[in-house]
């Protein structure tokens, strides 16, 4: 194993220094401890990445039910035709060449008393820590016309990409010119508080471009555009005037797939392509182990360490957990979460104090066509008084407007992020 004189330093400074050298299991030493990841996505394979980097007498072993990681980041340009899926999907070469060991498979259950991890093919994995970072899944109680799997794939969410990204794109390509596209939003907190005004984005500049009498309505269970506000209707108001009806405060009742309607609490809106994102909780994985403490949905965590507050020696991270204060369930967010993480479970193997106040931050970018693009940053800090994360007031910003030069810069922000969880 190589590491640069930068990793080496950070290493050093998170490890007990020569003696870990002299012991590095992943140099067929003796191991100084067991971490199971669940969830080979933002958080998870971060975490996975940054023990190794800095601990590599930690052995970790990382479950991931896809043989292929796929990024939500930049999967709304998909939908746009403004690039492809294989510019957003990579392997876990990477992450084995730093001796991660990956066994893909589901995770179906974590017994915390045993520790051990157990798998769907009967397999168990024995642990010292394990963490969970299965993002989400959807809540779909609630939209009876959703309960089928057929139903399911004719009104794709795309909220996960992936197959159903492929699926979207390939509706949206079908429609007739003069077609109404029509997405549900549902209510705050879901993955990525600007996703789904890029969504909007990216589909007008589509249907400008190849089918310009085409609509689109914008449903939004919420009472107002979630973020970047003012940067959104740059566009909706300047390119794609005319092309977007968007109504606040749509509480969603049903959807008729037959029909091609959505069923709000006092409307019903049909379309030609109907693309609704329904309510999330926290990953299947988190509710079967009792990670689930807030509102049904989301996963409490010490932040100090990412570990649950329902069960000892289980940590959480990224769109699972229960969101500090002006937190947004972002990839960003998650892999700074997997760094907290990271470090916290090599201190807590070690014997050695955690942090006692790091610092986080965020960056979210959105296209508003294939090459423009604008961003939001957010600094978030540990408050020892009141025992969570912060935003730093007074730190980060957000765009003046969208241009070329910001989407050279979200290309290069998601090109390292990839490289942090996967490289
Ligand atoms: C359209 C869209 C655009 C977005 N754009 C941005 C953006 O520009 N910037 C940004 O910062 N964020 C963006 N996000 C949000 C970002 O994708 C999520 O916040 C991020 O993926 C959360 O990381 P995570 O590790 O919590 O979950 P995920 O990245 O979803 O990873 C979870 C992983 O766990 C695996 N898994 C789950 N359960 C199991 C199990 N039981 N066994 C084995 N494997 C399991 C899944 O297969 C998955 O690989 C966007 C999201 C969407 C939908």
Sequence with gaps: MKLSRREFVKWMAASTGTAAVAGCAGMGGSSAGRVVVIGGGYGGATAA??????????????????????????SNLVLGGNTQMGNITMGYDGLK???VRIVRGEAVAVDASAKQVRLADGSSLAYDRVIVSPGIDFIYDTIPGLKSADARSRVPHAWKAG????????????????????????????????????????????????????????????????????????????????????????????????????????????????????????????????????????????????????????????????????????????????????????????????????????????????????HVTSVHTYDPAQKTLVPVKGAGGLSDKASELEGTYAWGWARNIWGEALG
């Excluded at 940054?50 to 980041?73: G, K, M, Q």
Aim: with cysteine.
């Design 163 to 374: 197959p159903e990204t492929v699926a979207l794109r390939k509706q949206l390509e079908a429609m007739r010119d003069g077609g109404v596209f029509v997405f549900h939003v549902p209510m705050a907190p879901y993955r990525c508080p600007p996703g789904p005004y890029e969504r909007v984005c990216q589909v007008a500049d589509y249907l400008k471009r190849e089918k310009p009498k085409s609509k689109i309505i914008v449903l939004d269970s919420n009472p107002d555009i979630m973020s970047k506000k003012g940067l959104f209707l740059q566009s909706w108001n300047g390119v794609y005037k005319g092309m977007i009806d968007y109504r606040p405060n749509s509480e969603l009742a049903d959807v008729d797939v037959k029909g091609m309607t959505v069923k709000l609490t006092f409307d019903n809106v049909k379309g030609d392509v109907l693309n609704v994102v329904p309510p999330h909780r926290a990953g299947d994985i988190a509710r079967t182990t009792g990670l689930i403490t807030a509102n049904q949905r989301w996963c409490g965590i010490d932040w100090l360490t990412c570990e649950s507050v329902g069960v000892k020696g289980v940590h959480v991270l990224g769109d699972a957990t229960l969101s500090a204060s002006a937190m947004p369930k972002s990839a960003s967010m998650a892999n700074q979460h997997g760094k907290i993480c990271a470090a916290s479970v090599i201190a807590l193997l070690k014997g050695q104090p955690v942090h006692p106040e790091p610092v986080i931050m965020n960056t979210c970018y959105s296209f508003v066509d294939g090459r423009s693009a604008m």
């Design 49 to 74: 990445r940054y023990i190794r980097l800095w601990a590599p007498d930690i052995d970790v072993t990382l479950v991931e039910r896809n043989d292929t990681f796929v990024s939500c980041p930049i």
């Design 97 to 99: 060449a730093r001796g």
